[in-house]
Nanobody, 124 residues
Framework: QVRLVESGGGSVQAGGSLRLSCADS?????????MGWFRQAPGKEREWVAA????????YYADSAKGRFTISQGNAKNTLYLQMNSLKPEDTAMYSC????????????????WGQGTQVTVSS
């Protein structure tokens, strides 16, 4: 179900930074237990990037994101950010926000709620 809206993508040179944002556009409030980010590069499978438990704030990262990306929540309910630093050409992908009441097993996580994505392009 698509009800999340991402923004903040764009083109940047290697070593640069971008901050992605995600907001819930649904009319009916859903109490997400966790929110996260995925990415998919052309010709590749979708890859989980990072996740956060909304109540505790506990964060989890894929190895590719550790030390460079930071996931955080906004002050408004069901808002999410992904600060991406030291970007590399291999980070080029469509980044999508996701959320669900069911969480965990992140590499196999299949959240119910999605955004349509925002493109990130990193040039060398």
């Amino acid at each position: 179900q698509v009800r999340l809206v991402e923004s903040g993508g764009g083109s940047v040179q290697a070593g640069g930074s971008l901050r992605l944002s995600c907001a819930d556009s649904g009319y009916i409030y859903v109490d997400y237990a966790c929110m996260g980010w995925f990415r998919q590069a052309p010709g590749k499978e979708r890859e989980w990037v990072a996740a956060i438990y909304t109540s505790s704030g506990a964060t989890y990262y894929a190895d590719s994101a550790k030390g460079r990306f930071t996931i955080s929540q906004g002050n408004a309910k069901n808002t999410l950010y992904l600060q991406m630093n030291s970007l590399k050409p291999e980070d080029t992908a469509m980044y999508s926000c996701a959320a669900d009441r069911r969480c965990g097993n992140w590499n196999a996580w299949e959240p119910r709620y999605w955004g349509q994505g925002t493109q990130v392009t990193v040039s060398s």
